[in-house]
């Protein structure tokens, strides 16, 4: 099993930044990749951003080149940076670790606004 503890998000204005981080624990060496999911409200669970093992990462459309998934190994923790917010940013982020079963953590209120 893996257990994933989440960084508080939290409230800021339109162009600010924001940085999540994702603790793993328990069975981190099966991990294959760590995700970052959002859900607004009313709205789908979206991906956001991905990492694997070997460091390769990729981002949904809406986000490349404002958010930036990374990793410390040390610390067993995945980052998201989040600069440029907008409005639509607006959601739940939730991060994941995929072995052959997929964990979530808790959730966590990122809010856009002026």
């Known amino acids: 099993q893996v257990q994933l503890v989440e960084s508080a998000g939290g409230s800021v204005q339109p162009g600010g930044s924001l940085r999540l981080s994702c603790a793993a624990s328990g069975s981190i060496l099966r991990i294959n990749e760590m995700e970052w999911y959002r859900q607004a409200p009313g709205k789908r669970r979206e991906l956001v951003a991905t990492i694997t093992r070997g460091g390769s990462t990729g981002y949904a459309d809406s986000v490349k080149g404002r958010f930036t998934i990374s990793r410390d190994n040390n610390k067993n923790t995945v980052y998201l940076q989040m600069m440029s917010l907008k409005p639509e940013d607006t959601a739940v982020y939730y991060c994941?670790?995929?072995?052959?079963?997929?964990?979530w953590g808790q959730g966590t209120q990122v809010t856009v606004s002026s």
């Open positions: 994941s670790a995929v072995t052959s079963l997929r964990y």
